[in-house]
């Protein structure tokens, strides 16, 4: 037990992967007044992400999610066969019944231990910008990836509707999350939460380069200076790791699936601290 409330994270929950759902059921406050924020890739059918979402906010008093590119694919095992904004809009209107914030809320003030700052869950998606060596436009870095065999299971499964592109919907969300961020108070710290992350960096340790062009956008390089920014949480890589970029630190919090966390071993805290905690004198 903590002696104060924690802003904890993590991603990447995957709980269609049976040996996942019971350390989702093992998840706990540490203390009554811990936040969670959920960054992503809970599940592929509304109904495992309703399930994980719920269990979580039944413990957590806050609980603040943005969507990753898996509970955006449409699949044949989900009766809920919504495609692009119209699924996204769903999840959305489902996290408002179950209490559970989302990238369309205003924007959560935490201040407790390291606040105030300001929780900025984001949903930005992915243009083809960061792109393998050799390729300048999204056509020849596509064709790079089909050449390699590393090609995002998205292709085939999240659909732009009506968007004509995942790049389109991207740049629309861009826009849109910056007119939204400049409204805040420059005043009050952000933590800037997106599934995928926010800056290339992160990327270049992928085993397979190909693949971070499902990873990011190159037009969310400099929000963290940009705007006054004390922390940026994110997933989708299933590197759990933290590092630092111009003095901000970036948090990569995934669970991942069992072949991955199997054999490196879970965390001793699953949940990871968002914010420095204040050390008693
Ligand atoms: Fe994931
Ligand atoms: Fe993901």
Redesign the pocket.
């Given at each position: 037990m903590s002696a104060t409330p924690q802003l904890l994270a993590i991603?990447?929950l995957?709980v269609g992967h049976a040996e996942n759902r019971p350390i989702v059921e093992g998840l706990h406050p540490e203390h009554p007044g811990d936040w969670l924020i959920v960054a992503?890739?809970v599940a592929e059918t509304t109904a495992d992400v309703k399930w994980a979402l719920s269990l979580l906010k039944s413990r957590f008093g806050t609980v603040i999610w943005v969507p990753?590119?898996?509970e955006l694919w449409t699949t044949t095992k989900d009766p809920v066969q919504l495609r692009g904004v119209r699924r996204y809009k769903h999840l959305v209107e489902m996290c408002r019944q179950l209490g559970v914030l989302t990238p369309e809320d205003e924007f959560p003030v935490w201040t407790g231990d390291g606040g105030p700052v300001r929780i900025a869950p984001l949903f930005v998606l992915y243009d083809y910008t960061f792109r393998p060596e050799g390729a300048t436009t999204k056509e020849e870095s596509l064709a790079i990836a089909h050449e390699a065999g590393i090609v995002c299971t998205d292709e085939y499964f999240l659909k732009p509707d009506p968007y004509p592109s995942i790049d389109a919907w991207c740049h629309a969300r861009v826009a849109e999350t910056e007119r939204k961020l400049a409204a805040c108070d420059p005043d009050v710290p952000l933590v800037l939460v997106n599934h995928w992350p926010l800056v290339r960096q992160p990327t270049r340790v992928l085993r397979y380069p190909e693949f971070a062009q499902w990873c990011g956008t190159e037009l969310s390089a400099d929000w963290h200076t940009r705007f006054n920014t004390a922390a940026v949480v994110y997933?989708?890589l299933?590197i759990p790791r933290h590092t630092e970029y111009d003095g901000v630190p970036f948090k990569e919090v995934?669970l991942?699936?069992p072949r991955e966390w199997k054999p490196r071993g879970l965390p001793e805290k699953l949940l990871r601290p968002v914010l420095p905690v204040r050390v008693a004198p």
């Amino acid at each position: 037990m903590s002696a104060t409330p924690q802003l904890l994270a993590i991603s990447d929950l995957h709980v269609g992967h049976a040996e996942n759902r019971p350390i989702v059921e093992g998840l706990h406050p540490e203390h009554p007044g811990d936040w969670l924020i959920v960054a992503g890739d809970v599940a592929e059918t509304t109904a495992d992400v309703k399930w994980a979402l719920s269990l979580l906010k039944s413990r957590f008093g806050t609980v603040i999610w943005v969507p990753g590119n898996h509970e955006l694919w449409t699949t044949t095992k989900d009766p809920v066969q919504l495609r692009g904004v119209r699924r996204y809009k769903h999840l959305v209107e489902m996290c408002r019944q179950l209490g559970v914030l989302t990238p369309e809320d205003e924007f959560p003030v935490w201040t407790g231990d390291g606040g105030p700052v300001r929780i900025a869950p984001l949903f930005v998606l992915y243009d083809y910008t960061f792109r393998p060596e050799g390729a300048t436009t999204k056509e020849e870095s596509l064709a790079i990836a089909h050449e390699a065999g590393i090609v995002c299971t998205d292709e085939y499964f999240l659909k732009p509707d009506p968007y004509p592109s995942i790049d389109a919907w991207c740049h629309a969300r861009v826009a849109e999350t910056e007119r939204k961020l400049a409204a805040c108070d420059p005043d009050v710290p952000l933590v800037l939460v997106n599934h995928w992350p926010l800056v290339r960096q992160p990327t270049r340790v992928l085993r397979y380069p190909e693949f971070a062009q499902w990873c990011g956008t190159e037009l969310s390089a400099d929000w963290h200076t940009r705007f006054n920014t004390a922390a940026v949480v994110y997933g989708h890589l299933h590197i759990p790791r933290h590092t630092e970029y111009d003095g901000v630190p970036f948090k990569e919090v995934s669970l991942g699936y069992p072949r991955e966390w199997k054999p490196r071993g879970l965390p001793e805290k699953l949940l990871r601290p968002v914010l420095p905690v204040r050390v008693a004198p």
